[in-house]
């Protein structure tokens, strides 16, 4: 029997999205609708005297104006956000402080950074809502501002909130070994400072909310461009105080997330509150220019490295103590701070290992986690320093990575720290000696060092470079699904999950469509939107596949069991003399007699007609929550070689190479596609990408012409190639694939680019790697040589 | 004046409208003619997402004013397809080939895209299509699928 | 990021539209192809009265040949310009710089007078026009004048055009037989603002010895830069790599570009000789290849 699972079957997605019929929020029209527009702050820090919105509330076409005091007593502030806080066994462990710093929905007695909504207008139409935001006065008394996180830890900082005492949010420490013994055994110890730069996600559609509420039966509809609708609804009901049941909150086709779809916004608090309160349905789309000032950003981490290593490149022992710069709020607890901790080994065996991880605070946009969310800083952290000891000690990069390799006789190996979901963090399975070789061999490592020889004498620079990476995919706490099969025989699949460009309709349909020996159009899967399960999760962390797929495999076995119960009963006999392909259930030694899915669903209803057993529920339908043991490790190798114009500084990838392992794949072509998709925001990581704040918090990059998005031209096509060591963790075997594409980048590119400058020995420690900044680099190594010559 | 009456073909369908003279095409086909399949991604005319075809030319919508459009004519990725769903060669293509993963920017890329194939005929280089459509940004597929679909439309489409 | 309101004024004719701008010039701002204008208003960095859109205005529109020089109307859009059989043959550096024009899309609305206009040092228009030596030909209700780029371009986004005066048409000098041209550019992306640029002709007589060097260089100082020394250096010279190398950064202390965050001063500044040697070699290998010969 045909299996789907592991085929490329198209997508579901495609024919209303090629058509221009999707339905992006922005594309809901609502009779009545009023549309906002928000006043955001001009300055990084800085105190509100008076707000006059006399003018704009007269002005033609405008319903209401709301301030902060508006809101007050009927909308509380952001906390911490439950879902991120961690599990006992962790903290106990890892002894954490975390300090609450509430952040209100609306500016309150002063703004913490540029972009901070102040003031909401609604209007007629957009237009008019921003003729209006002109209007409103605003007599601000500025503050002094903080923007490196190393100005904002010193005793005289300016504080950000006061009740904090100081701009330090979190402080946690993780211990493995003993470091002190293993730096009294090195033969080498090297020190340096390695940065990554803040960037934004920045999908193509903005964030927009429309809210719509009906007195007659207190329900509110939501629809957000959102990554976790369940997560909005949640918060919505806490902090509006409104019954969750009364909620509807729907992620209709959002147009890409990355992550910074993931946290819940004061606006999908205030529009709804606000729809309620005007009872007239209102529309908020954000623009692009409040996008990349108030859409949250992300990364903005610098490491102060100390690495141990023998004669030999076998790695001793390894300490760092690492700032997150999270900007003017932190409501994620630990979870990239973490998430860098734990995977900055990689797949190396480094039994001594000693990290500080401190979150601050400054006068920027709150950080949320973005594709990769700590994974690429400490990738780029760890895989700078393979090179760096290759330096060190003229060894080839390969050769100092194959050394301190988890060996595939390691495996189940024991990382010594827990995941930050509480589990003993373990990584299952895989061979990373054979995938680095795979990779080397894509690239034709050894025919490029001899052409690598014969282009330098023609005064052309070509490297290589290569970067590794695992990292913990398909995080619980669980997901649910929800099958069940309709009067005319079609399977309905509900999920918690929440796509935005994942192909859930597709990828879900094939695992429910080999559970029951179907072609996946004859399932339709439904996904970002409360109403189809009571709880779900949503989509991020490269869990989708992992969670949803399981918990819809779980489901759809569940109905399976049942179904087959029923046609027992149907053609009575048991249930080990049936057997279902095909949409239908057979009689095994007698296939001409069968009964098919329609027949069963219309002989589960209840009444006098029901054949389902007695002592189970009547109904075609299951409902199943997967709950995940712990994460699984994905894993891989992103090879990179470019060319280097000495002259000029910029940086040609000339081939780009990932081999990866993702467990079971479900649709080759989806996975590939987010392969590729990850690389290229990866290489914008890399090359181009950087959110640059002045001296006094103005953001300088706050449009797509200074903060800059890689095009056809500079995303080479990726060659993969594919290792599939199947999960343990769940039943299909996943692993997830969604973020592996964007942690290697830059380290890759880096280290192609050290390489290809190798006579020169120019060290790249922070990103992007801009022409101007690598061809001062050049020049100062040019300089420095001449000097010893 | 700051109404104008317009006269725009849309999709072959001649349309007279009193609007804003302030009102960019983008918003106009979007609010006024309910045509939400050209997608507003940037306003500034970087992005790439509302484009589609005036007079048979790729332009940004979102940098032009409706009123400048009158008497013109212009197409929008609801010109594609025929009225039974059918696709056009190049969404055919796009299709097959998972050119697209969230589908934000696609309309913007198949007008660039149908503009291109009827100024290029002959197939066209890998490095002819990326300059083709480097005025459209994608962020999720990492363009080389919908370079694979460019050419594979050529192909369709005889 | 909407646009204010502003009241629309669309003229059918060149008179018409000298009209409205002796009315309203100074409440108003001339819309061309748009493509800078609506930026600034959909982010409300410019709030005019009124907008003059010369869209319609045929008079300003299309290429003829002249002895010398093609003219060029201002309503002329960067993609009739790429696409011109003529101005490939008689002026080939316009077809290969305009490539460098943002994107389709930009090309196709964007014209070539709008660029003029704005007045943005890096962009590739006013380069090639001062390398060319080309006139602006500016026209209010009362008088027409011709004004070399010099007198033209007065600083970053700053001209000599007063608020009842439009660009009525370009002048670009045609490209002498013997000569070779090019147009180098370097943008952080494809299709981005340049961080420098290079325009040169060079004309060699039959024993390879440069008798004319006409050269500017984009983004480099507030107004497109022509290094006069530069080129009375390489005029008499035969050409080989160390005079090449030595006339790039001849005059390279006199530039100050602005730095911004894709390029600093002093790196804007270097970048500049890079782009002038290989503008210098590629034109002089095209004088000798004759690709206009």
Redesign the interface.
């Given at each position: 029997m045909k299996q789907f699972v592991g085929q490329n079957v198209?997508?579901k997605?495609?024919?209303?999205?090629?058509?221009?019929?999707?339905?992006?929020v922005?594309?809901i029209?609502i009779e009545n609708m009023v549309e906002a527009a928000i006043l955001r702050s001009p300055y990084a820090h800085a105190r509100i005297k008076n707000i006059d919105v006399s003018q704009a509330k007269n002005h033609e076409g405008v319903l209401d104006v709301i301030i902060s005091d508006d809101l007050e007593g009927n909308v509380k502030p952001f906390t911490e956000f439950v879902e991120f806080t961690l599990p006992p066994q962790l903290e106990a462990d890892i002894k954490p402080i975390i300090k609450q710093n509430p952040e209100p929905m609306l500016a309150q007695h002063k703004v913490t950074f540029v972009g901070q909504a102040v003031a909401i207008v609604l209007a007629e139409?957009?237009?008019i809502a921003?003729?209006a935001l002109?209007l409103i006065k605003v007599s601000y008394e500025p503050l002094p501002v903080v923007t490196d996180p190393y100005e904002t830890i010193k005793d005289d900082a300016p504080v950000i909130h006061p009740h904090l005492g100081n701009n330090i949010q979190s402080h946690f420490e993780v211990k493995v070994g003993n470091i002190d013994h293993a730096f009294s055994q090195a033969n080498h110890i090297l020190k340096t400072r390695i940065k990554t730069p803040r960037v934004s996600g920045?999908?193509?559609?903005?964030r927009g909310v429309i809210a719509e509420y009906q007195e007659r039966n207190q329900q509110l509809d939501v629809w957000s461009s959102t990554q976790v609708p369940f997560m909005v609804r949640s918060y919505l009901s806490k902090l509006v105080g409104l019954v969750e049941g009364n909620i509807r909150v729907v992620a209709p086709?959002?147009?890409?997330g990355?992550g910074p779809k993931c946290a819940v916004y004061p606006e999908e608090i205030i529009i709804p509150y606000l729809a309620m309160k005007y009872k007239r349905p209102v529309k908020w789309i954000e623009?692009?220019?409040e996008h990349m000032q108030s859409t949250r950003h992300s990364r903005d981490q610098v490491h102060d490295v100390e690495v141990a290593f023998r004669n030999d490149g076998t790695i001793l022992g390894l300490k760092d103590q690492f700032l997150l710069d999270n900007g003017a709020h932190n409501s994620f607890a630990l979870c990239c701070a973490y998430n860098s901790a734990a995977h900055l080994r990689g797949m190396y065996h480094i039994p001594n290992y000693d990290i500080t991880g401190r979150i601050v605070l400054t006068n920027k946009t709150p950080n949320v986690p973005y594709r990769g969310a700590g994974r690429p800083e400490a990738v780029y952290v760890m895989d700078r320093i393979i090179y760096m000891i290759a330096d060190k000690l003229n060894l080839d990069p390969v050769e100092v990575s194959m050394r301190n390799f988890v060996r595939p006789e390691q495996m189940p190996y024991e990382t010594g720290i827990f995941y930050r979901d509480g589990a003993n963090m373990v990584l299952e399975n895989g061979d990373y000696v054979k995938s680095l070789q795979q990779a080397m061999k894509i690239a034709g490592y050894e025919e490029f060092r001899q052409q690598q020889e014969e282009t330098r004498k023609n005064n052309k620079n070509i490297g290589i470079g290569f970067s590794s990476y695992i990292e913990g995919t398909g995080i619980g706490p669980f997901e649910g699904a929800a099958v069940k099969v309709d009067s005319t025989g079609h399977i309905l699949v509900g999920v918690g999950s929440s796509p935005?460009?994942?192909?859930h309709e597709t990828t879900l349909s094939q695992i429910c469509a080999d559970v029951f020996g179907v072609n996946p159009e004859q399932v339709s899967v439904r996904a970002g939107d409360t109403s189809l399960l009571p709880y779900g999760v949503g989509t991020f962390a490269s869990r989708g596949a992992v969670t949803a797929g399981s918990a819809v495999h779980g489901a759809s076995k569940q109905l399976r069991e049942k179904f087959l119960l029923i046609a027992g009963e149907m053609l009575g006999v048991t249930i080990d003399e049936l057997e279902m392909h095909s949409g239908k259930v057979y009689l095994k030694h007698s296939p001409s007699q069968f009964v098919t899915l329609q027949e069963i669903a219309q002989a589960a209803k209840p009444g006098p007609r029901c054949k389902v057993p007695k002592g189970i529920e009547p109904g075609a339908s299951a409902t199943y929550y997967f709950v995940p043991p712990t994460v699984t490790f994905s894993s891989g190798f992103h090879v990179a070689v470019v060319e280097v114009d000495k002259?000029?500084?910029?940086v040609d990838i000339l081939r780009y190479i990932v081999v990866h392992d993702c467990g079971r794949v479900i649709n080759p072509?989806?996975v590939?596609?987010q392969i590729?998709?990850?690389?290229?925001?990866g290489i914008g990581g890399a090359l181009?990408e950087?959110i640059?704040y002045d001296k006094n918090g103005q953001l300088?990059?706050g449009?797509?012409?200074?903060y800059?998005?890689?095009?056809?031209?500079?995303?080479?096509?990726?060659e993969m190639g594919h290792q599939e060591f199947l999960s343990p963790h769940n039943p299909i075997g996943i692993k997830g694939v969604g973020e592996g594409?964007a942690i290697s980048p830059p380290a890759a590119i880096a280290n192609a680019v050290c390489d290809a400058m190798r006579p020169l020995k120019i060290e790249i420690n922070s990103l992007p790697i801009?022409?101007?900044k690598l061809?001062?680099l050049i020049e100062e190594a040019e300089n420095a040589e001449s000097v010893l010559k | 004046m700051s109404y104008s009456n317009v006269k725009i073909k849309v999709n072959g369908k001649v349309i007279e409208k009193e609007i804003e003279s302030r009102w960019l095409l983008s918003d106009f086909l979007r609010d006024k003619l309910g045509l939400t399949g050209t997608h507003v991604g940037c306003e500034h005319g970087v992005c790439g997402a509302c484009t589609v075809l005036l007079n048979g030319e790729p332009v940004r919508s979102c940098l032009m004013l409706a009123v400048q459009a009158d008497g013109l004519e212009v197409e929008t990725v609801e010109s594609l397809a025929e009225e039974d769903g059918t696709f056009h060669p190049i969404q055919q293509a796009f299709a097959n080939n998972h050119a697209l993963q969230c589908g934000f920017c696609t309309p913007g890329f198949l007008m660039s895209v149908k503009n291109f194939m009827e100024t290029h005929p002959d197939l066209p280089t890998d490095d002819e299509i990326r300059e083709a459509i480097s005025g459209n940004l994608c962020r999720c597929t990492g363009y080389s699928n919908i370079i694979k679909a460019v050419k594979e439309a050529y192909v369709l489409k005889c | 990021m909407k646009p204010p309101k502003f009241s629309y004024l669309r003229p059918n004719n060149l008179r018409e539209a000298l009209d409205m701008l002796a009315e309203y010039g100074e409440d108003a701002k001339i819309m061309s192809g748009g493509q800078s204008l609506i930026p600034l208003l959909n982010m409300r960095l410019s709030t005019p009265g009124y907008i003059i859109d010369i869209g319609r205005v045929a008079e300003l529109k299309g290429i003829r040949e002249e002895e010398d020089a093609l003219v060029i109307g201002g309503m002329t859009r960067h993609v009739d310009v790429e696409k011109s059989a003529l101005v490939q043959e008689k002026c080939p550096l316009l077809t290969e710089g305009i490539r460098w024009v943002g994107h389709n899309q930009i090309r196709s609305r964007g014209t070539i007078g709008g660029s003029i206009a704005h007045a943005d040092p890096s962009a590739e228009l006013p380069c090639m026009l001062t390398a060319l030596r080309g006139e602006i030909v500016v026209v209010s209700s009362e008088e027409e004048m011709t004004l070399s780029p010099e007198e033209f371009f007065l600083s970053y986004l700053l001209t000599t055009l007063e608020p009842n005066q439009l660009i009525k048409e370009i002048r670009f000098p045609k490209i002498k037989q013997g000569s070779g041209f090019a147009f180098e550019e370097v943008a952080r992306r494809h299709g981005d603002f340049a961080l420098v640029e290079v325009a040169s002709v060079i004309e060699l007589n039959h024993n390879g010895t440069i008798v004319d060097a006409k050269i500017a260089l984009g983004g480099a100082n507030s107004v497109p830069f022509i290094p006069e020394a530069t080129e009375e250096f390489l005029i008499g010279k035969k050409p080989n790599d160390s005079i090449l190398k030595e006339a790039a950064v001849l005059q390279l202390d006199e530039l100050d570009p602005e730095g911004d965050i894709h390029g600093s001063k002093e790196y804007r500044r270097y970048l500049t000789g890079v782009l002038l040697e290989r503008a210098l070699n590629k034109a002089i290998e095209r004088a000798w290849g004759g690709v206009i010969v």
């Open positions: 198209k997508r997605e495609d024919h209303r999205l090629l058509t221009g019929s999707g339905k992006f922005a594309d029209r139409d957009r237009y921003e003729d002109g920045n999908p193509l559609e903005t086709d959002v147009g890409g990355f623009d692009r220019l935005h460009g994942q192909s002259e000029t500084g910029f072509k989806i590939d596609g590729q998709g990850g690389v290229a925001q181009y950087e640059i300088v990059t449009t797509y012409m200074d800059l998005i890689p095009t056809a031209m500079e995303v080479p096509e990726v594409g801009s022409p101007n061809r001062s | - | -």
